[in-house]
């Protein structure tokens, strides 16, 4: 199973991630989100408009310079946000070539994943 995993490389999240799918042998493709981020169409599937914030990586200059722990986009605006600024996407972001997305990391909630 081959993935595409959008991911930064000081990202510490991303870095356990990564070593979680060498560790259980999985293929995938390394991308580097700030350079390559996901496209529009992708980012808008993975976007919950009931609940964009589970998009949305706290921790970037963007979330809070704009607030957006208190003001939430609409799920529209968020994906604009986060192609201006892709380090507002939550990383990793990892893409299934069946079209499914997956945001962050817990070790057993990605391993439910990569077996679905």
């Given at each position: 199973?081959?993935?595409?995993?959008?991911?930064?490389?000081?990202?510490?999240?991303?870095?356990?991630?990564?070593?979680?799918?060498?560790?259980?042998?999985?293929?995938?493709?390394?991308?580097?989100?700030?350079?390559?981020?996901?496209?529009?169409?992708?980012?808008?599937?993975?976007?919950?408009?009931?609940?964009?914030?589970?998009?949305?990586?706290?921790?970037?200059?963007?979330y809070k310079e704009k607030n957006l722990g208190k003001t939430?986009?609409?799920?529209?605006?968020?994906?604009?946000?986060?192609?201006?600024?892709?380090?507002?996407?939550?990383?990793?972001?990892?893409?299934?070539?069946?079209?499914?997305?997956?945001?962050?990391?817990?070790?057993?909630?990605?391993?439910?994943?990569?077996?679905?």
């Amino acid at each position: 199973m081959a993935l595409k995993f959008y991911g930064k490389k000081s990202c510490i999240t991303c870095q356990k991630a990564k070593a979680f799918l060498e560790a259980e042998s999985v293929d995938f493709e390394e991308i580097p989100i700030e350079s390559q981020p996901p496209s529009r169409t992708v980012l808008t599937q993975a976007i919950d408009p009931a609940n964009v914030k589970a998009s949305l990586n706290p921790r970037s200059t963007i979330y809070k310079e704009k607030n957006l722990g208190k003001t939430l986009p609409d799920a529209k605006t968020a994906v604009t946000l986060m192609l201006e600024d892709p380090n507002l996407i939550k990383r990793p972001f990892i893409l299934k070539s069946d079209g499914s997305i997956y945001q962050g990391f817990d070790p057993d909630t990605l391993r439910a994943f990569l077996q679905a």
